[in-house]
């Protein structure tokens, strides 16, 4: 190898050396700056109430195929598929300044209903809303309408036990 192509092949590692230290330096600039720019809390629980109702939506078709049999597949997998893509946005809308349950809170639109046990239990709080996005994702790829219940009805009760276990209700 020539001086020149050692030359250039150290300039080249160098420059990518230097390209990455400075992404992280500035990624965690962004990354404080954006902390430091939290939105209000209200306004995020009023994002999660909203992506829950619209959870909610997709979910009571589902149910009822389930509780009459009546399994349209091509449409219950269109609902498993939005609540799959939902459910791995809905625990990033849990930022620990949100943890403002009161109980008697009388302004419905910002009042939470998020037990503060979630905050305490957020590993688990995540990793079953991982677990109902992927029986949603496996029911929205279901082949079968025994495939398509199981999913289903598994997501049903990883839903129930989540809001059994962190949903207050004044």
């Not at 190898?1 to 160098?14: A, C, G, P």
């Not at 939105?39 to 629980?45: F, Q």
């Not at 459910?87 to 998020?114: C, E, R």
């Not at 503060?116 to 995540?126: A, K, M, T």
Request: hydrophobic share 45%.
């Amino acid at each position: 190898m020539d001086h020149y192509s050692t030359w250039t092949r150290k300039l080249r590692h160098r420059v990518l050396a230097g390209s990455c230290v400075a992404a992280l330096v500035f990624g965690s600039g962004f990354a404080a700056w954006a902390q430091d720019k939290a939105l209000p809390a209200g306004d995020i629980i009023a994002a999660r109430k909203t992506l829950m109702s619209v959870i909610a939506r997709n979910m009571y078709p589902l149910d009822e195929m389930i509780y009459t049999g009546k399994i349209n597949l091509p449409r219950g997998r269109g609902h498993a598929d939005s609540i799959a893509a939902m459910m791995q946005a809905f625990p990033l809308l849990f930022p620990v300044h949100t943890n403002a349950w009161k109980p008697g809170t009388a302004d419905p639109a910002s009042a939470t209903f998020a037990d503060p046990h979630i905050w305490e239990q957020f590993d688990f709080f995540y990793k079953e809303s991982m677990a109902a996005s992927k029986y949603a994702f496996d029911a929205s790829r279901a082949e079968t309408e025994a495939q398509f219940r199981k999913n289903v009805q598994e997501l049903r009760l990883t839903c129930d036990g989540c809001h059994a276990t962190f949903q207050k209700n004044n």
